[in-house]
């Protein structure tokens, strides 16, 4: 996350929580100082047990809203300084661009800065890998699905 000519007057660390179908997970925590580096890898699995075909899946994903917060441990909770939103489609699988690549990969982002939050909205730089495979489901009522 980069923010150029912006200080933090809190020194309390940041991390960056993600809320995507249905789950949240948070990065690790960093100094306080632009740009952030976190680095890692945060993995979402979900299982949609009664799609059968994938536009009922694509339908599901634009009803999801996928969140990202860019959190300052202030206490008691935290603060959150800057956040993004946006449908779980859209997020996972963006618009074809005009240049080669993978979707997905090296995408940027302007994050909407909290009204405490001085100075230019932070930049968050990521990529996301998708995958989606067809699974048969057992129950013990029907031996077919």
Request: hydrophobic share 40%.
């Amino acid at each position: 996350i980069t923010c150029p000519g912006v200080l933090l007057k809190d020194k309390e660390e940041l991390y960056l929580s993600v809320s995507v179908l249905g789950q949240n997970k948070k990065t690790r925590c960093v100094p306080a100082v632009f740009p952030l580096l976190f680095q890692e890898k945060l993995v979402f699995e979900k299982v949609f047990a009664d799609v059968v075909d994938p536009g009922d899946l694509v339908e599901l994903l634009e009803f999801d809203t996928a969140v990202l917060e860019l959190i300052q441990l202030i206490p008691p909770v935290g603060k959150i300084l800057a956040m993004y939103e946006e449908n779980t489609r859209d997020f996972l699988f963006p618009d074809p661009k005009l240049t080669c690549g993978h979707h997905g990969l090296d995408r940027q982002i302007l994050m909407k800065r909290s009204s405490s939050f001085t100075g230019i909205a932070p930049k968050l730089r990521f990529s996301t890998t998708s995958l989606i495979t067809e699974s048969l489901l057992s129950s013990g009522t029907s031996p077919i699905q």
